[in-house]
């Protein structure tokens, strides 16, 4: 974690400014969530309050509480949203995003399955950090919304993914990954954002691993944390896939997700391996960040037996953990959205 105080990257005051300019924004959607009735006003402009009371005060003493990283601050402020009763303040944009992004789920997943495997492999890791850029924690992107709708957007994403990238161990992976036999025990994947991210992102590299005869893991916030997927959010579009995709079906099932085999499932599944679970695990957090020293004991049990670790999104695989250094192999996933970190970078 970087302490606020010290930091380069992650300058206290510039970050203070970042958060009180999408706090507005913040507001009128947590109001909407709760149907934008004038007890939910009351409670959004209690928050802005509340929020900005403590902006202000890091702003005059960067050391007022200690210790603050950028995931401290990121925290908090998710920790005044549920002070104030808001508890997941973009849940019917969450649900919205999560239908456009399955409906079009289907005629992705067939055109990877024209690929070779090494131009597939490469277009599942352009495609995760594509989708990526739907992230409403990032003025920038929630300005691209505009341009078209999401499947446009992420193809448009996609086509701008030239390599090399600023940090770049593509090759690396896809020779471990391309080996002829298991290229890994298991994967715990931890995911980012509803939506495009994890449906058009996230899963479809889930199921290039369970192809390949990998136990996967998906790594979910346990509370709200903007437009974050949750672990109890995540079962439900898992499930709705698996009606498109034979191999996430059955993976589904072996790792407890869908209980009943479902009737009238679309996807050939007759080159499928012998099945490998795909389960889904709390990560303990309630924020866009993640600190491995105090993450669930259902995600520490779950860590026991993986041999790779993914993280997703720029809170997780930069914020908190771009010099972490880990026991297993770890790919770091992340569309850098802030210009002032991707000049630092």
């Not at 924004?25 to 709760?34: F, I, P, T």
């Not at 005044?80 to 508890?87: D, P, V, Y």
């Not at 672990?231 to 009943?260: M, Q, S, T, W």
Request: aromatic share 6%; charged share 25%; net charge negative.
């Amino acid at each position: 974690m970087i302490p606020l105080v010290v930091s380069e990257i992650f300058h206290a005051r510039y970050w203070f400014t970042i958060l009180s300019d999408h706090l507005p924004d913040l507001v009128e959607k947590a109001v909407a969530s709760e149907g934008g009735t004038d007890d939910a006003k009351r409670r959004g402009d209690a928050f802005a309050h509340a929020f900005s009371a403590h902006l202000a005060r890091l702003t005059e003493e960067p050391a007022a509480y200690g210790k603050f990283g950028l995931a401290n601050l990121l925290e908090l402020r998710e920790e005044c949203l549920r002070e104030f009763q808001f508890f997941d303040a973009y849940v019917s944009i969450k649900q919205r995003e999560n239908e456009a992004s399955l409906a079009v789920l289907p005629d992705l997943l067939m055109e990877l399955d024209s690929m070779d495997e090494e131009d597939r492999l490469l277009a599942l890791i352009e495609g995760v950090l594509a989708a990526n850029i739907f992230d409403w924690g990032s003025k920038a992107c929630v300005d691209l919304y505009n341009q078209g709708t999401i499947i446009e957007i992420y193809r448009m994403s996609r086509k701008k993914m030239q390599r090399p990238w600023r940090i770049d161990d593509f090759d690396t992976f896809k020779s471990r990954m391309l080996k002829k036999d298991q290229p890994y025990k298991r994967a715990l994947i931890s995911v980012d954002n509803a939506g495009a991210d994890v449906v058009l992102g996230m899963l479809p590299l889930a199921r290039e691993f369970l192809r390949r005869g990998v136990e996967v893991v998906l790594v979910a916030n346990s509370l709200p944390a903007l437009n974050d997927i949750t672990a109890n959010e995540l079962p439900e579009i898992v499930a709705e896939a698996a009606k498109h995709c034979g191999i996430l079906r059955k993976a589904a099932e072996a790792g407890g997700l869908i209980v009943d085999a479902m009737a009238g499932i679309q996807g050939d599944t007759k080159d499928e391996p012998a099945s490998v679970p795909l389960m889904v695990v709390e990560n303990g957090c309630g924020s866009p960040c993640i600190d491995f020293r105090q993450v669930s004991s259902e995600l520490a049990a779950a860590a026991k037996d993986a041999d790779l670790l993914i993280l997703e999104g720029m809170g997780r695989s930069l914020h908190t953990n771009l010099n972490a250094r880990f026991k297993c192999d770890a790919l770091k996933l992340a569309m850098v959205k802030n210009q002032r970190l991707a000049e630092k970078l």
